[in-house]
Structures are given as C-alpha cells and as structure tokens.
C-alpha cells in the first residue's frame, strides 16, 4: 500500500466524530423546503413552462427541449437564490414503470 494511501487512512480514523445541532422547531415545518417542488416551480418558471412540466406530471406528456432548458435554468436560479456553490442534476431511472402514455 502507498504511503499516501496509508497517511490518508490513519487521519481518517484519528478524526473525531462532528456533533450535529438538531433544529429546534419540528420536522414537518421545514421538511422539504430544499425542494424544488410546487411552490418553487410556481415563483421561477413562466405559466408556459409551469403548466408544460404540469402537464406531464400529471399525464405523462413529453417536456419539449425549450421548456426541459428553462426548467434547468430556474432550477439553478432557485438553488442559487438559497446560497448552494455547487449544483447538479440528479436522474434515476425508474426501471419497469410505464412513464410515457401511448
């Protein structure tokens, strides 16, 4: 094993554990607010691309590349506007689900 590897290794273990500060106001008042979920899609996209990414939540339409850009670009204006410095999109697939109607 390299010297690096070993000198890497042993200050890994030699670090102590970080306490973490639990909030102190419940859960469910400030779960999911680090999502760009209704509310957010609502205050960054225009109507036309709120209701095209509507549209295909909600019948399984296909997002035209204009609109797929302008949700990124508000996306990332949204992360920004709460202080991220870095940023990047996340895709799952969903393997066996039936995502486009015919």
Known sequence: MSTRRILALQEAISRKPIE?????????KYYGSNVFGQDAMREFLSEEAFQSIQQSMNQGTI?????ADQVAACMKAWAQSKGVTHFTHWFQTIIGSNCRKA
Do not use: A
């Open 20 to 28: 973490l500060n639990k909030p102190n106001e419940q859960v469910s």
């Open 63 to 67: 997002v035209e590349r204009k609109m």
